[in-house]
């Protein structure tokens, strides 16, 4: 039996009482002690500040990110062993791998959005320069810096790894360390990941704490820079939402709570059809999968009134084939509840719903195990309720059964179920199965404002569908209400949870220095040295060339044409060229900024490799037949690449400000040039 640790303030603690006892979800057995009895939690915090914190800071977000794919890495080398603990929690080789693969996967996930998203510097600079001043001197940008305080991730028991790595990930690669505060009943899994994040050496001392146990009264330290995230039952994290001090100093809290999700039948949607088909298998999965123990898994199944008979004979021709029992013995496709406990507290609510629904099937210990050492003290089977006035009757709304539990839900038109969606009074999930195209969305825009996350599963995408209950870390995963109000994952927007966001006011030319990123007004400079000649880490932010000038003849114009094979009539039909609001014959856009590059780029071999894209491309006014124009190109942003194996230089990419004037230094095309260049050193 395995008495879990703590770790925090640098080391390994063992609580100081024997805890509470963890039982074996299959065989009933003790499997492990879990106490946090003896810990210091305001030392927790402030180990995490004082040592965690800066550490994480003295890093770029890439450097941060990188460290994250390194773990990942060494995580999966070593996942089988995750998998043998897994077991423990009931989980069959299926639940293991949407708990462990899933959450490795979500380190991976993050380590790529932040270095596509992101700049390779410790703070974030956001949207466009905001000019507030009429010349321009007075400006405005936004920018994003890590917070000076931790991050307390406390998590539900349904997914000891996931859970964790999926609210640490962001949290790391915004330069705030995080404390993990596992659900004690599954902990002993949590412990023995974090046991090999920490072995790793990857993350900086400090990065990440782990509290096995109570909370105790970490609540009662945590301040303004520090964030607490919660997912699990929306009664206890209302209670945590309150707690008078994360109240009083205004504490980040982002809350996700399980909810009764729901899925809807197309009205459109015939029996033979394969969404038909789909939607059944979907329904059986979520119900079955961690024994329908998922925040996001399927509570509410709404079908149309006529196809109620044949979705119940559906449902139970598949669900009868759903083998239950111990997950290493081979059929078995559902395993245990995480304990006695959460199966009579999911009995208690079967009961509850069924003094308002029929029970179809299950809801009683009349089922069959698979296994040699199998107690059915945990065990629960699938079970289908039938709510035949789901308008009228509030229960099914409002109490959910947390495991292979699932009511049927009869609508009469698109409207009743749009209506019906909604009375779970906020979900994270919610699906549509429906090969219409107009069907879908007016569910989706109907519906929408009552989940965080909906999609829809037809034909066309359900060989690669990631399914109903699956958060994805690009996506937002949260949800209104009762799903907790919150949002985790979402990509980018996930990292900037835990970072400040700050208005920094100033002249351009100090704005730019604050945010190491050119922007229009700022003071520019140039020397002998053409800017193209420059490697990486010697080119200056805010380095300029101003360019010869060209003017453009109608041969340009004829030439491009035939070129381009672009022969619009604004560029070639002088009479149509002069009813147009141009007035006049033009150049082509694309001929402009041909020409500007013509203009601007240093042609003998150098430190620039490559043109790596071309952004915000505008067309400010037409360039016509004997107008001369001129170019100036600015450094604005540059971005240190990592060099991968098969590089044979180190390089970084340069953003180049580029603006096209005509003889009336009008503004006639702006953009942005990104532009591939050599480092000297890795």
Same mark, same amino acid.
């Given at each position: ?141 936004h920018i994003l810096v890590s917070k000076r305080g931790v991050s307390v991730h406390i998590n539900a028991f349904n997914f000891p790894c996931w859970g964790m790595l999926e609210k640490i990930a962001p949290s790391l690669v915004a330069g705030v360390p995080v404390v993990v505060k596992p659900a004690t009943d599954s902990a002993y899994l949590t412990e023995a990941m974090v046991r090999e994040i920490v072995a790793s050496g990857i993350l900086p001392e400090g990065a990440i704490q782990l ?101 119940? %004979? !559906? ?6 084939? =759903?083998?239950?029992? +111990?997950? $290493?013995? @081979?059929?078995?496709?559902? *395993? ?110 109907? %519906? !929408? ?6 999609? =829809?599963?037809?034909? +066309?995408? $359900?060989? @690669?569908?990631?399914?109903? *209950? ?125 020409? $500007? ?86």
């Amino acid at each position: 039996m395995i008495k879990t640790s703590s770790y925090v303030y640098g080391k390994w603690v063992e609580g100081e009482d024997e805890g509470k006892l963890v039982y074996h979800a299959v065989s009933g057995e003790p499997v492990a002690r879990v106490s946090s009895t003896g810990i210091d939690f305001q030392r927790v915090l402030e180990f995490g500040r004082d040592v965690g914190g800066p550490a994480l800071r003295a890093m770029t977000i890439h450097e941060r990110a990188n460290a994250l794919k390194e773990l990942a890495k060494y995580l999966t080398s070593r996942k089988q062993e995750f998998y043998k603990i897994s077991a423990c929690t009931g989980a069959t080789q299926l639940d293991s791998g949407v708990d462990i693969d899933g959450g490795i996967g979500t380190l991976f996930g993050f380590s790529g959005i932040a270095r596509r998203e992101f700049a390779n510097e410790k703070f974030i600079v956001e949207g466009a320069p905001e000019r507030i001043s009429k010349n321009n001197t007075f400006a405005a940008r936004h920018i994003l810096v890590s917070k000076r305080g931790v991050s307390v991730h406390i998590n539900a028991f349904n997914f000891p790894c996931w859970g964790m790595l999926e609210k640490i990930a962001p949290s790391l690669v915004a330069g705030v360390p995080v404390v993990v505060k596992p659900a004690t009943d599954s902990a002993y899994l949590t412990e023995a990941m974090v046991r090999e994040i920490v072995a790793s050496g990857i993350l900086p001392e400090g990065a990440i704490q782990l509290i096995c146990g109570s909370v105790g009264d970490l609540l009662d330290h945590v301040t303004e820079q520090d964030v607490v995230t919660f997912t699990g039952s929306a009664s206890t994290g209302q209670k945590l939402r309150a707690h008078p001090n994360v109240i009083g100093r205004s504490v980040p809290f982002n809350m996700e709570a399980d909810s009764l999700n729901c899925c809807i039948l197309g009205e459109s949607v015939q029996e033979g059809d394969p969404e038909f088909e789909l939607f059944i298998k979907e329904v059986t999965r979520e119900m079955t999968v961690k024994a329908g123990q998922k925040c996001t898994a399927i509570r509410r199944i709404l079908v149309p009134e006529s196809k109620v008979e044949a979705v119940t %004979a !559906a449902l139970n021709k598949r669900l009868d084939k =759903v083998v239950m029992g +111990d997950p $290493a013995a @081979e059929g078995v496709r559902m *395993g245990p509840l995480l304990g006695a406990g959460q199966k009579a507290d999911v009995h208690a609510n079967v009961m509850a719903l069924a003094e308002h629904c029929e029970v179809l099937r299950g809801g009683n210990d009349d089922f069959d195990l698979v296994g040699d050492k199998v107690s059915r003290d945990a065990f629960y089977p699938p079970t289908l309720l039938l709510c035949r006035d789901p308008l009228n009757t509030e229960a099914p709304h409002a109490i959910e059964a947390f495991g292979p539990v699932s009511t049927l839900m009869p609508y009469r038109n698109i409207d009743e179920a749009i209506v019906i969606a909604g009375l779970g009074k906020g979900s994270l999930a919610g699906s549509v199965f429906t090969y219409s195209g107009e069907e879908a969305a007016r569910l989706i825009l109907e %519906a !929408a404002a009552y989940h965080g996350r909906m999609l =829809v599963i037809d034909r +066309d995408c $359900a060989g @690669e569908s990631t399914g109903h *209950g699956s958060p994805l870390p690009a996506l937002v995963h949260g949800g209104p209400g009762r799903a907790g109000g919150g949002e985790e994952l979402g990509g980018a927007r996930a990292v900037k949870h835990y970072m400040q966001r700050t208005s920094v006011q100033g002249s351009p030319s100090m704005l730019m220095a604050v945010t190491r990123e050119y922007m229009a007004g700022a003071k520019t400079f140039s020397s002998d040295v053409h800017p193209f000649r420059r490697y990486f880490e010697d080119l200056q932010i805010g380095e300029s060339l101003t360019t010869h000038r060209r003017t453009v003849t109608e041969a340009d114009i004829v030439n491009f044409g035939c070129l381009s094979g672009d022969h619009f009539y604004a560029h070639f039909d002088d009479i149509a060229a002069k009813d147009s609001f141009f007035g006049k014959r033009v150049a082509h856009g694309y001929f402009v900024i041909s020409a $500007a590059a013509g203009m601007f780029v240093e042609p003998s071999p150098g430190p620039v490799l490559a043109n790596y894209g071309l952004e915000n491309l505008r067309f400010i006014e037409p360039v016509g037949i004997g107008d001369t124009i001129q170019v100036k190109i600015t450094a604005k942003k540059k971005i240190k690449k990592d060099q991968r194996p098969d590089e044979a230089q180190p390089t970084g990419v340069v953003v180049w400000d580029v603006e096209v004037f005509n003889q009336n230094q009008e503004l006639v095309a702006v953009y942005d040039i990104l532009t591939l260049v050599v480092r000297r050193e890795a």
